[in-house]
Nanobody, 125 residues
Framework: VQLQAYGGGLVRPGGSLRLSCAAS????????VGWFRQAPGKEREWVST??????YYADNIKSRVTLFRDNAQNSVILQMNSLNPTDTAVYFC?????????????????????WGQGTLVTVSS
């Protein structure tokens, strides 16, 4: 089983970016998938999680992001808009069995048992 985040890159302030979290060896429909990010010198920060019950978003970013599934690609997509330099970070996706997921634990990295390699997002003019 593998998880891979991709789609990062350089984007100008105010721009948009779509990150994908793709799985191999499992069907993501059965899992809750979370996105986290880690900026240089900072702790890993929760961004959003998608479960069978719906999507959950961190308060500081929820007006600018949308999370949804692409079942054809067995992926979960993080659409980010109105990006600013403080969004610069390595973005990671992670998953946990849907039966074990609890919304109150969504923001805790230890709640997830499989992580993909991150993808770097740089917001700069």
């Amino acid at each position: 089983v593998q998880l891979q985040a991709y789609g990062g890159g350089l984007v100008r302030p105010g721009g948009s970016l779509r990150l994908s979290c793709a799985a191999s060896g499992v069907t993501l429909d059965n899992y809750a998938v979370g996105w986290f990010r880690q900026a240089p010198g900072k702790e890993r920060e929760w961004v959003s999680t998608l479960s069978s019950e719906g999507a959950y978003y961190a308060d500081n970013i929820k007006s600018r992001v949308t999370l949804f599934r692409d079942n054809a690609q067995n992926s979960v997509i993080l659409q980010m808009n109105s990006l600013n330099p403080t969004d610069t970070a390595v973005y990671f996706c992670a998953m946990v069995d849907g039966q074990l997921f609890h919304p109150r634990s969504a923001m805790h990295p230890l709640h997830y048992n499989l992580w993909g390699q991150g993808t770097l997002v740089t917001v700069s003019s």
